[in-house]
């Protein structure tokens, strides 16, 4: 099975990816673990994206797409994956469509996370809150300004593959904002009509 996890920071993408990593038995593919690996690895992708990086430049999206094209590759992703913050734009979901046409294959699925906006900061700040309360440290992006930028971002260049996908008839939508389980629940009934 392969999938595409979509919806804004703070949605619960990475706990559901992880909840269908251990209930699928496919990897989670996250473009800056990809990349980190790559550059560790020191492959033909990996050396350039380093050389980029270095020089304090962004990765460019023939670089990140080369990456996951390798990634997809591996043996682990024999069976499928979870594309977890990839693709982000309109290029890079066209990209995905190109990479998996050659090698004969489709996304199964894209699941949106749908949520409101006011209760995900809600979310953010609670969970600020909770790491200060158990003596851990606050994750960088779990402050109301850095959050509020991220989201912007989102819906300027990554919300449009919501109408992408769902003209292609792969969108399927759950609520974002149920309890966990329910997330979970809901998604485990869309991969049963896939």
Known sequence: MRLILLGPPGAGKGT??????????????????MLRAAVKAETDVGKRAKAVMDAGELVSDAIVNAIVAERIDQEDCANGFILDG???T?????????MLA????????VIELVVDDKALIGRIEKRAE???ADG??????????????RLREYYKKTAQLTGYYYA???L??????????????????????V
């Open 16 to 33: 559901q990816a992880q909840r269908l990593v251990n209930k699928l038995g496919i990897p989670q593919l996250s473009t800056g673990d």
């Open 86 to 88: 990839y693709p982000r």
């Open 90 to 98: 309109l290029a890079q979901a066209d990209a995905v469509e190109e």
């Open 102 to 109: 050659e090698r004969g294959l489709a996304i199964d699925a």
């Open 130 to 132: 909770q790491a200060r």
């Open 136 to 149: 851990q440290a606050v994750r960088k992006d779990d402050n109301a300004d850095v959050f509020d930028e």
């Open 168 to 170: 292609k008839g792969k």
């Open 172 to 193: 399927r939508s759950v609520d974002g904002m149920a309890d966990i389980e329910d997330v979970t629940r809901q998604i485990e009934q869309v991969l049963q009509s």
